[in-house]
Nanobody, 114 residues
């Protein structure tokens, strides 16, 4: 059974940076496109970025130029580097496969606050 474990969230000031990690286990990591999404209570989950096994990426316009997604196929881990963070980036961040998702994990809370 595939499991996903997000980590790296925290509290950061506006303009700061965080790097999220997601460890994948229980399946063939390279068979999946991996993605990061985020959700604010009361709002729909928003797809932030996805990365193909080749390393090609697609990033949402709302974070383009500030966020970068990457993956290490040997470590079966996907990353989200978040720079120039804004208040509106505050959310719970989740990783999952794309476009079909597996069971959602706990996510990792990112809070941007001065």
């Amino acid at each position: 059974q595939i499991q996903l474990a997000e980590s790296g969230g925290g509290v950061v000031q506006p303009g700061g940076s965080l790097r999220l990690s997601c460890e994948f286990s229980g399946g063939s990591f390279v068979s999946y496109v991996m993605a990061w999404s985020r959700q604010v209570p009361g709002k729909q989950r928003e797809l932030v970025a996805r990365v193909y096994a080749t390393g090609s990426t697609v990033v949402a316009d709302s974070v383009k130029g500030r966020f970068a997604i990457s993956r290490d196929n040997a470590k079966e881990t996907v990353y989200l580097q978040m720079n120039s963070l804004k208040h509106e980036d505050t959310a719970v961040y989740y990783c999952n496969t794309w476009p079909l998702t597996l069971n959602w994990g706990q996510g990792t809370q990112v809070t941007v606050s001065s």
